[in-house]
């Protein structure tokens, strides 16, 4: 018998809620997708997006273990926590991986063996911010194409004197502050005491390292 590459996901029917719930919230469980309802055995995301799903939650835990790091009071959201949106988000992100490996001529296995600040030494200063431009382009780009408009600078100061408890985006309204050219964050970050330039930065040097997450849970797995 030949092992399979990769752990399939399981589906499992659980008519429960509150049982399909419990166990879908189970990190045990975390290559079974329970469902309650036998229509959500052909759901889309199952079907199409579970390898990429792989490599997305790898960014997430990424990204939201470093933010735990950089604030020990941040209370960790788990995949399943996120909103369509936000899936949606870390896929495209994963999805431009490959892209930004073929600019700097390196496959995936050659980037196993940096950590962010090797990597990053390896990249230079220049290429670096090159990179960065591309990335802020690229989230650009997904904004857009999916209906989001930039929201003024004035109407961010409004929403954050009213409170709001994020006043640079509005789900509803599909508005973001940050929909602007790049040169533009410096004065976003200034005004909103907000590390957009660092987060450009981090999707592309933290590549290494959720590689490294993501192989070490398929042999897991």
Request: glycine fraction near 2%; include cysteine; charged fraction near 35%.
């Amino acid at each position: 018998t030949v092992a399979p590459k990769k752990m399939p996901t399981i589906l499992c029917y659980c008519p429960n809620d509150i049982v399909n719930k419990s166990f879908s919230a189970s990190p045990e469980y975390g290559r079974i997708t329970f469902f309650g309802n036998h229509k959500h055995v052909t759901y889309l995301n199952n079907i199409l997006y579970d390898d990429i799903d792989d490599h997305a939650r790898c960014y997430h835990e990424h990204y939201e273990t470093t933010r735990l790091e950089n604030n020990k009071n941040y209370k960790k959201r788990k995949w399943s926590d996120l909103t369509a949106w936000e899936i949606y988000s870390n896929r495209t992100l994963v999805d431009n991986v490959k892209t930004k490996l073929k600019l700097l001529s390196l496959t995936e296995d050659e980037v196993y063996a940096f950590d962010k600040a090797s990597f990053k030494q390896s990249i230079g200063k220049t290429r670096l911010e090159a990179l960065c431009m591309l990335e802020k382009q690229r989230w650009n780009a997904v904004h857009w194409v999916n209906g989001w408009k930039t929201m003024s600078l004035e109407e961010a100061k409004e929403r954050r004197e009213a409170g709001e408890e994020e006043p640079t985006k509005d789900l509803n309204t599909l508005k973001h502050v940050c929909l602007v050219e790049f040169e533009k964050l410096d004065e976003l970050e200034k005004e909103f005491q907000k590390p957009y330039h660092k987060n450009n930065e981090n999707n592309i040097i933290q590549i290494p390292e959720v590689l490294r997450r993501l192989r070490k849970e398929k042999r897991v797995t």
